[in-house]
């Protein structure tokens, strides 16, 4: 109770922070078809996760602890967290403390050395990002399934050896099995729980065993053998694949390029671990230079030899250094999916937080073990303790402070747009427009394509009195060289309609609005992107109802609603003309939709798939449109009811948008 007391006195400054950056990616989905109060609300919440195909919805269902609507309070979701990690914190002192008495430790060692190893990991500054990342709750959840299912099969094995064969085969089933299953219901990663139980068993358990368990014991570990080529076999094709096609979607770098860099990542990882300071990077790490090749950076050959040897030296020590062993092994385990193969982004902190887990034990049972200056020892580690105490409750206290937290990251990455976009942000609703305009205007010329950084500094420009001719040209050049057009870009050229048509900011005008239109149209990556045509030509139809040219914003719409026929998209569609008083053309947008085949929605193996069947058992749509349509019709104006619908332009572009005056 003392540790966890201590974590949790750590950690408590930074309860006061509020929502970042994926939050809002994820748990608008909390309001997004009203508030979870019944059943059907509960099955569109819980098939509405979209990351990994499984969707994570386990991590989905844990945000209903902490509300069932939206917007809502960020303490309760931070609090949870923070509970969630000192639970993960008691599991490992309960697994170290087994796996101590399981490698032949004294009682009172194995003890204390779990107790001082659990209480390392769960005070670490290096989680702090992890644990106070409301989102991140998806990194927690399957090492907290981990532990329980890793417990409950040693209890099974220990069953086995003591005769009880039904019991223990049911433990270590169930455990696996069922462990494995939530644990990657909760993020993709929670698949590698077989590889932690296959190292258990070879590196500390097998060569310990005095007489062999009962056969069905290694028929249970055979099994495990399955998930584990699967998912060996599933990093291989990812390699392969993308080996072949240039740079992925949204990324700056080819796969080989990742493969070069992330031996690199790895190490640094390792230093921050073990040489801990109290603020990092961070949430920002897209500054960390790609490796082009095994001498570019320099460092590239030799942390890939490092790395190499590092794993060589682990197996080679698995009989004389058991522990170790299995402490460095089961790290690079659990790096496998998300440093390897698979095009995620290169570097993130809490990729760390399951891999780690027993990486201090060890080092723990060094310190507490008698023998020779074991008092300088048992000091040591209380001075270790401490001082990732007071780093933790340093770094915590900026995660509760967004704006000092907003400073200190662009202060620890300069060259990280992101970094700096979200500063800019902070001190603009700080109203420091001057300190934003002087960091963003010079990192937009050493980044030309960074899109965040453009759109930031024609903020700051509206706020200090006016778009110069100079800012407007880069951000058109930032839009059609980009590669990370998203719902955030769109968004900002639909509000940016808005504030030209209404004339709040000198030098965005309505031309200087389609001038950045078009230019995001004409970025070559467009081409290959039917999500985002059809954003694109939305911002035409918004653009044309701006102009007050309510046909020509039904032709973009409608040609935007046939690059992908989704009733969510006809819907918006359709109010936004209802809005500007076309309930006439709202009512034939609605129309065109219902014109269009529709393919009975399927169970597939992705949680997108699965929520479109929810939503078509429901007839969730349908009822959302005959609502929509009812109310159109009941405010259809008189000059509008024998308006025929337009015929369709067969190729609507934006050229067709009148110049703006």
Same mark, same amino acid.
């Given at each position: 109770?003392? =540790?966890?007391?201590?974590? #949790? !006195?750590?950690?408590?400054?930074? &309860? @006061?922070? %509020?929502? +970042?950056?994926?939050?809002? *990616?994820?748990?608008?989905?909390?309001?997004?078809?009203?508030?979870?109060?019944?059943?059907?609300?509960?099955?569109?919440?819980?098939?509405?996760?979209?990351?990994?195909?499984?969707?994570?919805?386990?991590?989905?269902?844990?945000?209903?602890?902490?509300?069932?609507?939206?917007?809502?309070?960020?303490?309760?979701?931070?609090?949870?967290?923070?509970l969630?990690?000192?639970?993960?914190v008691?599991?490992l002192?309960?697994?170290?403390?087994?796996?101590?008495?399981?490698?032949?430790?004294?009682?009172?060692?194995?003890?204390?050395?779990?107790?001082?190893?659990?209480?390392?990991?769960?005070?670490?500054?290096?989680?702090?990002?992890?644990?106070l990342?409301?989102?991140?709750?998806?990194?927690?959840?399957p090492?907290?399934?981990?532990? =329980?299912?890793?417990?409950? #099969? !040693?209890?099974?094995?220990?069953? &086995? @050896?003591? %005769?009880? +064969?039904?019991?223990?085969? *049911?433990?270590?089933?169930?455990?696996?099995?069922?462990?494995?299953?939530?644990?990657?219901?909760?993020?993709?990663?929670?698949?590698?729980?077989?590889?932690?139980?296959?190292?258990?068993?070879?590196?500390?358990?097998?060569?310990?065993?005095?007489?062999?368990?009962?056969?069905?014991?290694?028929?249970?570990?055979?099994?495990?053998?399955?998930?584990?080529?699967?998912?060996?076999?599933y990093?291989?094709?990812?390699?392969?694949?993308l080996l072949?096609?240039?740079?992925?979607?949204?990324?700056?770098?080819?796969?080989?390029?990742?493969?070069?860099?992330?031996?690199?990542?790895?190490?640094?990882?390792?230093?921050?671990?073990?040489l801990?300071?109290?603020?990092?990077?961070?949430?920002?790490?897209d500054?960390?230079?790609?490796?082009?090749?095994?001498?570019?950076? #320099?460092?590239?050959?030799?942390?890939? &030899?490092?790395?190499?040897? +590092?794993?060589?030296?682990?197996?080679?020590?698995r009989?004389?250094?058991?522990?170790?062993?299995?402490?460095?092994?089961?790290?690079?385990?659990?790096?496998?999916?998300?440093?390897?193969?698979?095009?995620?982004?290169?570097?993130?902190?809490?990729?760390?937080?399951?891999?780690?887990?027993?990486?201090?034990?060890?080092?723990?049972?060094?310190?507490?073990?008698?023998?020779?200056?074991?008092?300088?020892?048992?000091?040591?580690?209380?001075?270790?303790?401490?001082?990732?105490?007071?780093?933790?409750?340093?770094?915590?206290?900026v995660?509760?402070?967004?704006t000092?937290?907003?400073?200190?990251?662009?202060?620890?990455?300069?060259?990280?747009?992101?970094?700096?976009?979200?500063?800019?942000?902070?001190?603009?609703?700080?109203?420091?427009?001057?300190?934003?305009?002087?960091?963003?205007?010079?990192?937009?010329?050493?980044?030309?394509?960074?899109?965040?950084?453009?759109?930031?500094?024609?903020?700051?420009?509206?706020?200090?009195?006016?778009v110069?001719?100079?800012?407007?040209?880069?951000?058109?050049?930032?839009?059609l060289?980009?590669?990370?057009?998203?719902?955030?870009?769109?968004?900002?050229?639909?509000?940016?309609?808005?504030?030209?048509?209404?004339?709040?900011?000198?030098?965005?005008?309505?031309?200087?609005?389609?001038?950045?239109?078009?230019?995001?149209?004409?970025?070559?990556?467009?081409?290959?992107?039917?999500?985002?045509?059809?954003?694109?030509?939305?911002?035409?139809?918004?653009?044309?109802?701006?102009?007050?040219?309510?046909?020509?914003?039904?032709?973009?719409?409608?040609?935007?609603?046939?690059t992908?026929?989704?009733?969510?998209?006809?819907?918006?569609?359709?109010?936004?003309?209802?809005?500007?008083?076309?309930?006439?053309?709202?009512?034939?947008?609605?129309?065109?939709?219902?014109?269009?085949?529709?393919?009975?929605?399927?169970?597939?193996?992705?949680?997108?798939?699965?929520?479109?069947?929810?939503?078509?058992?429901?007839?969730?749509?349908?009822?959302?449109?005959?609502s929509?349509?009812?109310?159109?019709?009941?405010?259809?104006?008189?000059?509008?009811?024998?308006?025929?619908?337009?015929?369709?332009?067969?190729?609507?572009?934006?050229?067709?948008?009148?110049?703006?005056?």
């Open positions: 109770m003392i =540790a966890l007391s201590a974590i #949790w !006195l750590a950690y408590e400054p930074g &309860l @006061a922070g %509020g929502f +970042l950056f994926d939050d809002f *990616a994820n748990l608008p989905s909390l309001g997004a078809t009203g508030p979870i109060d019944n059943g059907p609300a509960l099955a569109r919440y819980l098939t509405s996760g979209i990351a990994d195909p499984t969707g994570r919805p386990i991590t989905v269902a844990s945000f209903l602890i902490d509300a069932q609507n939206w917007p809502a309070d960020p303490l309760s979701f931070k609090r949870t967290n923070l969630i990690h000192l639970l993960n008691t599991l002192a309960f697994l170290l403390l087994a796996l101590g008495r399981r490698s032949g430790l004294t009682d009172k060692l194995a003890h204390n050395a779990a107790l001082l190893g659990a209480t390392v990991w769960g005070i670490h500054p290096f989680f702090v990002s992890t644990t990342y409301i989102v991140q709750r998806e990194a927690m959840l090492v907290t399934f981990t532990l =329980a299912a890793l417990l409950a #099969w !040693l209890t099974g094995r220990d069953r &086995l @050896a003591k %005769g009880q +064969l039904a019991l223990g085969i *049911a433990l270590e089933l169930t455990g696996l099995g069922l462990g494995t299953l939530l644990a990657t219901l909760s993020k993709a990663n929670g698949a590698l729980l077989p590889f932690y139980a296959l190292l258990i068993e070879h590196l500390l358990l097998r060569p310990r065993d005095t007489q062999p368990l009962p056969r069905a014991h290694y028929v249970v570990v055979g099994l495990l053998w399955l998930p584990a080529l699967a998912v060996i076999g990093l291989i094709h990812s390699a392969v694949t072949g096609v240039g740079k992925p979607f949204g990324r700056d770098w080819t796969e080989a390029q990742r493969l070069l860099t992330e031996p690199r990542v790895m190490w640094d990882y390792l230093r921050l671990l073990w801990p300071r109290p603020f990092t990077t961070g949430l920002f790490n500054q960390f230079r790609v490796s082009t090749s095994l001498l570019q950076p #320099w460092t590239t050959l030799p942390a890939l &030899l490092g790395i190499f040897a +590092l794993i060589t030296m682990a197996w080679s020590l009989k004389r250094a058991p522990l170790w062993s299995l402490a460095f092994l089961f790290f690079f385990a659990g790096h496998l999916i998300e440093s390897t193969s698979v095009a995620l982004e290169l570097y993130f902190e809490h990729r760390n937080y399951l891999p780690a887990l027993l990486l201090f034990w060890p080092l723990s049972i060094w310190l507490l073990a008698p023998g020779k200056i074991q008092h300088s020892r048992i000091a040591l580690a209380l001075v270790i303790v401490c001082g990732l105490g007071w780093m933790t409750h340093e770094r915590a206290k995660w509760g402070n967004t000092e937290q907003a400073v200190l990251w662009a202060k620890l990455n300069p060259e990280s747009p992101r970094a700096q976009s979200y500063a800019a942000q902070i001190m603009m609703a700080n109203n420091q427009p001057q300190w934003t305009q002087a960091r963003l205007r010079p990192l937009l010329k050493q980044a030309p394509s960074e899109i965040q950084i453009a759109f930031n500094l024609l903020g700051t420009d509206c706020r200090l009195g006016g110069p001719p100079a800012d407007l040209e880069a951000t058109r050049q930032a839009l060289s980009t590669r990370r057009l998203g719902l955030l870009s769109f968004q900002w050229l639909s509000d940016a309609i808005v504030q030209a048509r209404n004339k709040e900011c000198s030098g965005l005008t309505m031309l200087a609005v389609k001038s950045l239109i078009d230019a995001a149209w004409d970025n070559p990556a467009t081409r290959n992107q039917a999500n985002w045509q059809q954003d694109i030509l939305n911002l035409r139809g918004q653009y044309a109802l701006a102009e007050q040219q309510p046909h020509s914003a039904y032709q973009h719409f409608s040609a935007a609603l046939l992908q026929v989704k009733p969510a998209v006809a819907l918006e569609q359709a109010a936004t003309l209802g809005s500007a008083g076309q309930q006439k053309l709202a009512l034939c947008q609605l129309e065109l939709w219902e014109q269009q085949p529709k393919e009975k929605a399927r169970i597939g193996f992705s949680m997108p798939s699965l929520h479109e069947w929810v939503l078509q058992k429901q007839n969730y749509w349908s009822h959302e449109i005959i929509l349509k009812a109310a159109l019709q009941r405010d259809l104006p008189t000059n509008q009811r024998n308006m025929n619908c337009p015929t369709l332009a067969p190729t609507p572009v934006l050229a067709t948008i009148p110049n703006a005056h």
